[in-house]
């Protein structure tokens, strides 16, 4: 029953916790651990009425946010998490400033196979369409969870990524360039193209060129959901990092099989994303099946974080094969390394060095 009610009262208990965090009422806790601290202590420090401080400690003890002990309360190790644990405040303020109202749309979502909680930030058909143009906290929120997630694994898998000494490599689904910048500073010699919408490729564009690396990067702008889709060939390593989750495994096929058609014989697909299905944690599974919930009623009604069987399924269909795979890199990634599959057809073959 108890579980049952925290179910129930989760979004109001939610916003709490948030302005508990944002107004400086858990950090003020943390600093007085020692002797706790009373409501008006809090109150004068946060500069938060009485009653506002009165009515968030309460809110606080139903979610062990707090504890009370002689009305004086003291911060939990969970206050500590929401206060000061990044994976946490990426989350929550993913939630909060992208999520939080288009969830009242899921049910619409479900319904329509839309995102329809997408109009909450803006006019566009996919969240990709508009990630440019998002406005803030969002766009920030946005780009921080999705690059929490991926930046500590970069530096992990390059050491694969290079290990056959690629001259050219794809990034498909390049976002802002982290991963093209990452490249360019493993190898000095090794050129980039970027794959991605017109708009993104700007924002890409943007930061290589302020890093003072643009000579060796090109730019291939692609819907590639196109009739006339098509990636560029002469690549030896095809990169794509937490981007097929962003597709229907129908479109996922689609995608792979665009790919396939640009690959020699020695070209390798390196494929990074969360599997909900390899995580070493509970905790770690609870983020990614609730975070599928965004890609249904924001990001484009249709994707998933998958699990690995899905995502084998959809890499056979396209005429690939998986050759090596790994998983716990960094923050729960999983890399898949493809192959064309024998008796597949073969694309253009590309340069090496």
Known sequence: ?????????????????????????????????????????????????????????????????VVQQEGRFRPTALAYLVERDPMTRANMNFVQDVCYRAMGHLGEAIASGKPAGLAELGPWSTVYAGLAELGEPARTSWLEFDHFYSDDSFPLVLPQVFSSRPARVLDVGGNTGKFALACLGYDPDVRITVADLPGQLESCRREVEQAGDGRRVSYHPVDLLALDAALPAGHDVIWMSQFLCCFSEVEVVHILRLARSVMGPATRLLIMDNFWDRQQTRAAEVVLQAASLYFTCVANGNSRLYDSGTLRRCVERAGLEIVDERHGVGLGHSLLECRGAPGAATGAAPGGR
């Open 1 to 65: 029953m108890h579980r049952a009610q925290l179910l129930a009262w989760a979004p109001v208990l939610f916003q709490a916790a948030w302005v508990l965090r944002e107004r400086g009422l858990l950090r003020e806790l943390i600093a007085r651990v020692a002797q706790g601290a009373s409501v008006d202590e809090l109150a004068t420090a946060t500069d938060t009425s009485p009653y506002g401080v009165t009515v968030l400690l309460e809110a606080g003890l139903a979610t062990d946010l």
